[in-house]
């Protein structure tokens, strides 16, 4: 018979957390960090005179036999004495005061090394390479981070020892260098090496080693990481869905909607059921077992992405519980492939309708979703002598805006967002950039605006409603966004596992940041299971309200 998803988790779990002895934990631990530090500092490595990956197996084999802290040490300082002399650096600086995170070289100087190691890594540290490097640089004008010469190892499915702990080391020092919210994580991020290196060892099968990686990139509390690929990861997860849509309300896990109409007669399922167990399993559970394997920067997008998975399954069919109109059912619900829903799919975009419309002639209504550039023009025609105006961003812009649109809403110069830049000629170092500003349109609009998001808010989306929030007459409804605001940053493991991270530091012009808060509504309201029933918008509802008690308060 098969597992189900969360015994299948729980059981994988109990096999990685066996341990290893504690000594060779500590000097793995040392090793990570010092293959990192050497990686994005040493200059000859910097400037891609050795393939790092193939020295870190080079060196291996030996290192585990080590018995003793010299003798560790010895082999740590010949190994770094190979690579030659470290030249003076003229160029290097020192890290700005002002700098919003700094690096630090704690690690070695707290670790239980040497003098003669802790010096060559200061050494090093001081004469650090400088200018293009091999392994990393930034995206230009966005300076976000791109790890270059990555190799993925995708032939290899199941990677060995050596290949895991590369996997490890190469995303923990990729987080600790160049992720601008390192510092947010729940977890303090220098504690996260030592406790995965077993992990990463016990690892036992493909399944194993993609679950361990999905656990470590969920560390990073990052909802863009939610883009994680492995293949036995989402064949564990399945191919097949059911005809409906889920959401978590009021707390609640609610059919929210269906793919597509044709299949609901054939569904013992209807739009408000509250489901309360998925396989004999009770929601509370599936959550509280799924949670470490859901990248997510909080905890409304925690619960979205979890959701859209529930009611995913290897098998033709789920049994569910759940609750109607206070009566207890169960059922079983029929499961189809993706492609069926994906081609059939009543809430699919479509491309054809018109972003825009007016609700009445007082208030007109713009979802980003289909957005084009060239409908900006049309939507300042229809929409300059309205009351107010709704912005729909519970969705994925289709179209960049921010500026081309923003620019309607802001009566004079005004800065909105600022971010933190990464330095590969100072790892770990981030510091301010000057904020962008919006310029006023030649006639600016002079009514309400109003900006609908929620926890599909995401991203360009987040970003969108921060340019929006910049006008006087803005206010924010709905619920709080997913908290992963800026640029992706696409990371490459072992084994041809992909995921993300939010490149840039995103602030407002304050210093308060977006990165895990998201943005917050200054009207805050989420739809509730009776208004799914009836068919309302709730949200848009109190959007049109706001709008009209300030229209007849003026």
């Known amino acids: 018979m098969k597992r189900g998803i969360l015994t299948f988790i729980v059981f994988v779990f109990a096999t990685l957390s066996v341990g290893c002895q504690v000594s060779r934990i500590d000097n793995l631990e040392l090793l990570g960090r010092l293959w990192g530090f050497l990686k994005y500092h040493h200059p000859a490595i910097g ?34 004495k190979s690579y030659g002399e470290i030249p003076v650096c003229a160029t290097c600086k020192e890290t700005p005061l002002d700098a919003y995170l700094k690096p630090d070289l704690d690690w070695i100087r707290e ?19 400088q200018g293009k490097h091999h392994y990393i640089e930034l995206a230009p004008w966005v300076m976000n981070p791109v790890f270059t010469n990555e190799k993925e190892y ?11 702990l590369l996997a490890l080391y190469r995303y923990w020092n990729m987080v600790h260098y160049y992720y601008p919210s390192k510092y947010l994580t729940d977890k303090d991020w ?7 290196i077993p992990v990463f060892l016990q690892a036992d099968s493909e399944l194993a080693y993609e679950l361990a990686a999905l656990r470590l990139i969920t560390e990073i509390n990052d ?32 059919v929210t909607d269906f793919y597509y109409s044709s299949l609901q007669e054939h569904c013992s399922l209807k739009v408000g059921d509250v489901l309360t167990q998925i396989n004999g399993i009770s929601i509370e559970t599936l959550i ?34 759940y609750i109607r109109d206070n009566q207890e059912l169960e059922s079983v ?60 961003i519970r969705n994925y812009p289709s179209a960049f805006v921010p500026f081309l649109l923003g620019s309607y809403f802001v009566m004079e110069r005004t800065p909105f967002v600022k971010f933190t ?17 919006i310029s006023p349109a030649r006639d600016p609009y002079p009514g309400k605006l109003i900006v609908i998001v929620n926890e599909t808010s995401i991203s360009q989306a987040e970003y969108t409603a921060m340019a929006f929030k910049a006008g006087p007459n803005t206010t924010i409804v709905g619920s709080t966004t997913a908290g992963a605001d800026g640029n992706i940053s696409p990371i490459i493991l072992p084994g041809g596992l992909k995921t993300h991270i939010s490149g840039l530091g995103v602030y407002y012009p304050n210093g308060t940041r977006t990165q895990r808060v998201g943005i917050v509504p200054d009207v805050f309201i989420e739809p509730t299971i009776e208004g799914i029933k009836s068919g309302r918008d709730e949200v848009l509802e109190k959007a049109i309200e706001v709008i009209r008690q300030t229209g007849s308060q003026n």
């Open 47 to 80: 400037q891609g005179q050795y393939d790092w990956d193939a020295e870190l197996f080079r060196f291996l084999p030996g290192y585990l036999e080590v018995t003793d802290l010299n003798q560790r040490d010895q082999q740590l300082l010949s190994w770094i």
């Open 111 to 129: 670790s239980n090394a040497g003098r003669e190691l802790k010096s060559k890594v200061e050494e090093i540290y001081q004469n650090r390479h």
């Open 154 to 164: 995708s032939e290899i499915s199941y990677p060995d020892q050596s290949l895991r």
């Open 190 to 196: 220098d504690t996260i090496l030592r406790e995965y």
């Open 223 to 254: 909802s863009h990481a939610a883009s994680f690929t492995g293949d036995q990861v989402i064949a564990l997860k399945g191919d097949h869905f059911a005809p409906c849509q889920v959401q978590f309300v009021e707390n609640k896990l609610v």
């Open 288 to 321: 509280d077992s799924l949670r470490n394997y859901y990248p997510a920067s909080n905890d409304a997008a925690l619960k979205y992405n979890i959701a859209k998975d529930l009611l995913r399954s290897g098998n033709s069919h789920v049994d569910v519980k």
């Open 333 to 392: 619900v029929t499961l189809y492939d993706q492609k069926t829903l994906a081609g059939n799919s009543t809430t699919q975009k479509d491309d054809t309708v018109k972003c825009f419309k007016l609700l009445d002639e007082r208030i007109g209504y713009i979802t980003l979703e289909t957005i084009r550039e060239q409908d900006v023009s049309a939507i300042k025609e229809a929409f300059h002598h309205t009351e107010g105006i709704i912005i729909d």
């Open 421 to 437: 830049r990464g330095n590969p000629d100072n790892p770990g170092e981030f510091t301010f950039l000057p904020p962008l500003v």
